[in-house]
């Protein structure tokens, strides 16, 4: 029903800038919030941004707040984000995920649990 691929992942240096855009197709009369999550080798997943179906709303880990911004041109079908002051520990391959309105308006936008749909991730490496 709705599918998404990553892109714009690749190697920088620490200090440097990166945005990753992910598109969504597939046509469907519910919505959903977005988010973005990443994983190192070794790591659980891990939570890294949101935003509401509007746009209204935003949610960020501590790790990254200040640094990334989340995001999104629903005229596009895309969310985008936005990588500014990155540092080696950001590298992982990095997911988007899709979460019906509903569920992430009873369960929150923080959780990989209550996500429908994800992409394949693409990669970041930040060397030092």
């Known amino acids: 029903q709705v599918q998404l691929v990553e892109s714009g992942g690749g190697l920088v240096q620490a200090g440097g800038s990166l945005r990753l855009s992910c598109a969504a197709s597939g046509r469907t009369v519910n919505s959903y919030a977005m988010g973005w999550f990443r994983q190192a080798p070794g790591k659980e997943r891990e939570f890294v941004a949101a935003?509401?179906?509007?746009?209204?709303?935003?949610y960020y880990a501590d790790s990254v707040k200040g640094r990334f911004t989340i995001s999104r041109d629903n005229a596009k079908n895309t969310v985008y984000l936005q990588m500014n002051s990155l540092k080696p520990e950001d590298t992982a391959v990095y997911y988007c995920?899709?979460?019906?309105?509903?569920?992430?308006?009873?369960?929150?936008?923080?959780?990989?649990?209550?996500?429908?749909?994800w992409g394949q991730g693409t990669q970041v490496t930040v060397s030092s």
């Open positions: 995920a899709a979460v019906l309105l509903t569920t992430a308006q009873s369960m929150g936008v923080t959780s990989q649990e209550g996500y429908d749909y």
């Open positions: 935003i509401s179906w509007s746009g209204n709303s935003t």
